[in-house]
């Protein structure tokens, strides 16, 4: 199975896992089904997802980290065989993440405002993300 689809079951794994304790998990739980069941067999895809919820639900109580990744170590291997097995689950994989997680469409807008008072002289440098050198003090002086 080559590297895309291996994180694309990765992927698919972690969300389905995170949707299982979320109010949305039915919509999912059946977009789910239908993806693992090809058709055949759905009472028994649900009744394995509603299992896993059960016992991640109760290792989330417990604080046991190592179950909840058993669950989604579970699952990320029978996406995998489904990926493998069927090509065309992939498109519908890729759209159900886009739907869980959607991009945004554009560039984000944020506003700043930043304010500098006090009694101190000197360089205010403010920013975010700075890239390359800066250099403040001996290189900067007034003549």
């Given amino acids: 199975m080559d590297a895309e689809l291996t ?3 990765a ?3 972690t969300a389905l896992v995170q949707q299982m304790v979320t109010d949305g998990w039915g919509n999912v739980r059946d ?3 239908a993806l693992f069941s090809r058709g055949r ?3 028994s895809v649900q009744g394995e997802l509603e299992e896993s919820r059960a016992d991640l639900v109760a290792a989330r109580d417990a604080d046991d980290e190592d179950a909840a990744a058993d669950i989604q170590a579970s699952w990320r291997a029978r996406l995998r065989r ?3 097995d069927d090509p065309q689950a992939a498109a519908e994989l890729r759209a159900l993440l886009d739907e869980l997680d959607p ?3 554009g560039p984000a807008t944020l506003t700043v405002h930043n304010t500098v008072s006090g009694g101190a002289s000197g360089v205010v440098v403010q920013g975010g993300t700075f890239n390359g050198g800066l250099t403040i003090g001996e290189s900067w002086r007034r003549t």
């Fill in 82 to 84: 489904t990926l493998r």
């Fill in 7 to 9: 994180a694309l079951a």
């Fill in 41 to 43: 067999d759905e009472e």
């Fill in 103 to 105: 991009q945004p469409t």
């Fill in 11 to 13: 992927a698919g794994a």
């Fill in 31 to 33: 977009r789910a089904v």
